[in-house]
C-alpha cells in the first residue's frame, strides 16, 4: 500500500489538512505516517532513510507533502524518493507580487502558542467544562453561546470544540424529563439568556441507538421517550424561535461550523 | 485592511487552515471571513455581491481561498473580483497521474461525518471527561494513555484535543500535594499502568501565573509551592522513566503532536 507522509518542522496540521483534503478526492486505500518536528538536518536525513524504505517495501513511491522553514531541512526533505509537494510554497512568490510585501518565514507557526489566544482557548475550555450540563447557571451571563438539547444530543463535545478551536465559550444546557411537565417550557433561571440559546436536535432513531449503548432497555433510552423529548424540545425551538439544527447527519466540525454562519457568532480564534 | 475569504460547500475548515498557513508568512494584518455551506448558486451570487462589497470599501482585492465540490456553484465563486485560489485543484491533475486513478469529487467532504471514526471520538470525549482530573481510576485499564502532572500544567486541554482530533482515550491523573510526603511516589493504584504514563510539566514562572489567576495569593499558587512540585514531579518522572515534556511554550497541538510522535500512539481518525 502506498504511503503518504506529512512532514513538518512544527505539527504538520497544515501538511495532514491539506494533503488529506487533496487525497479524499480519491477512491484509493493509503497509509498515512505524519513526522512532525523535523528540526535538524540528521532529523530530515531519517526521515530521507523511512521514505526510501516504504518506496521499497510496497514498490510504490510515497507521496511527501510538506511544509518546512529551516532552509537546510527543507532542501534535504525536497530530495527524498517519494512525489514530494512542498505544497504552500508555489503560492508564497505569486501572492508576494499581489501583496506587494516579501514574506516572513519565519512566523510560519500556525499551530504554534499564539499568547493573546492561547489564554483565551484554555479559558474557554474551563467555561465548557464548568458549565456543561447545566451544572453552573449562575456564569450563563459570560457564554458566548449557550446549547440546549435533550441528553446525548451532541451539546457536549460541540461546546467543547468551539471552546479548543475557536476560543468561544460555550454553555450547555440539556432538558430533561423534569422539565417537561404538560408542555416544555424554558427554565425560569434561563429565560433571560434566550438570545444566546442555540438548539440541538437528533433523529429519534439515532438518540435511541446511541442512549441505549449507555443504557440498554431503559425508559430513558425507549424510543417512545426519544420521541417525546424530541418533540417537546423542537415545540420548544420553534414557539421561542431558537434557532436549532438537527445534528444527526453532521461532524462536530460541521455542527461548530453550522453554529459561527447561522449566529454570526465571532470567533476569537483563527 | 484587505479582506481573506475562506469559501466552501463544507465547513471550509480546509480552506481556512491552508490560508491561513499560507498568510501567515506574511507580515500583515488581514480581516477573516469564513463562508461555510455555500451550497447554491443563490448562495454564491450573494458570495460574490460580499467579496464585491469588501473590494469596494477597503479599495484592496480580497483573497479567495475557496474548495467547492459542485461545478455549478464553483464556477460562479471563480469568477469574484478577489484573487481567487481554487488551491487544492491545481494538484488534482497531476496527481491522478501520479496515481493512476481519476478523481472522485463527490467524496471530498474531509470534515464531514464518517461513522467509524465519529462514534469513536464521541466516546473518547465522553472517556476523557469520565477519566479527568483523576476521577476514576477503574476505567485506566481503558485508557490509551495517562497524562500525568501537576494542577494546570495543561492535561485537561491537551486530553480533549487528543480525543476530539484524534479519537484517543486520555485519562489524566494531577499529582497533589497529598501524593508529595517526604518524596512524591506513584500512588500504587497507578503502578500498574506506568507504561501508559506521560507527564506533563511547566516553568515554575508560568505555574505561578497561572495558578494566581484562579487563586490569588494562595498557597496554592506561590512560587514556593510550584517549584516545590514540579521538583517533586521531575525527579519522579526521571526516577520511574515516564516520558514527559515542559508544556510552557507549546500550544495544546503542539503537546498533541509531541506526545503521539514520542509515544508512538496510534491516531484513530487521520
Not at 484509493?28 to 528540526?39: A, Y
Not at 444546557?173 to 404538560?182: L, S
Not at 449507555?214 to 434557532?243: D, F, G, T
Amino acid at each position: 500500500m502506498r504511503t503518504a507522509y506529512y512532514i513538518s518542522d512544527g505539527t504538520a496540521i497544515t501538511a495532514e489538512v491539506f494533503g488529506n483534503a487533496l487525497l479524499s478526492l480519491f477512491p484509493l486505500q493509503l497509509k498515512h505516517k505524519t513526522i512532525p518536528f523535523v528540526e535538524t538536518e540528521e532529523h530530515a536525513y531519517k526521515v530521507l532513510e523511512q521514505i526510501s524504505e516504504s518506496f521499497q517495501d510496497s514498490g510504490e513511491r510515497p507521496l511527501v507533502f510538506y511544509t518546512i522553514v529551516n532552509v537546510d531541512v527543507r532542501k534535504i526533505v525536497s530530495r527524498s524518493v517519494g512525489i514530494n509537494y512542498n505544497f504552500l510554497d508555489q503560492f508564497v512568490a505569486p501572492l508576494e507580487k499581489v501583496l506587494g510585501v516579501p514574506s516572513k518565514p519565519e512566523k510560519h507557526r500556525t499551530h504554534s502558542i499564539h499568547e493573546t489566544t492561547y489564554d483565551i482557548r484554555i479559558e474557554a475550555v474551563n467555561y465548557a467544562l464548568a458549565n456543561d450540563d447545566g451544572s453552573n447557571l449562575k456564569e450563563y451571563g459570560n457564554a458566548d453561546i449557550i446549547l440546549v438539547g435533550v441528553s446525548r444530543s451532541g451539546k457536549t463535545p460541540t461546546s467543547l470544540y468551539l471552546a479548543l478551536q475557536y476560543g468561544i465559550k460555550a454553555a450547555n444546557y440539556p432538558f430533561t424529563e423534569d422539565d417537561m411537565g404538560d408542555m416544555l417550557k424554558l427554565p425560569p433561571a434561563l429565560k433571560r439568556y434566550k438570545d444566546k440559546m442555540f438548539g440541538l436536535t437528533i433523529h429519534p432513531e439515532r438518540l435511541h441507538q446511541i442512549r441505549s449503548e449507555r443504557r440498554a432497555n431503559s425508559r430513558y433510552a425507549s424510543m417512545q421517550q426519544c420521541r417525546m423529548e424530541l418533540r417537546e424540545v423542537e415545540n420548544l425551538y420553534r414557539r421561542e424561535k431558537i434557532p436549532f439544527l438537527n445534528s444527526t447527519r453532521f461532524s462536530v466540525e460541521e455542527i461548530s461550523a453550522k453554529i459561527l454562519a447561522e449566529t454570526g457568532l465571532q470567533r476569537r480564534k483563527y
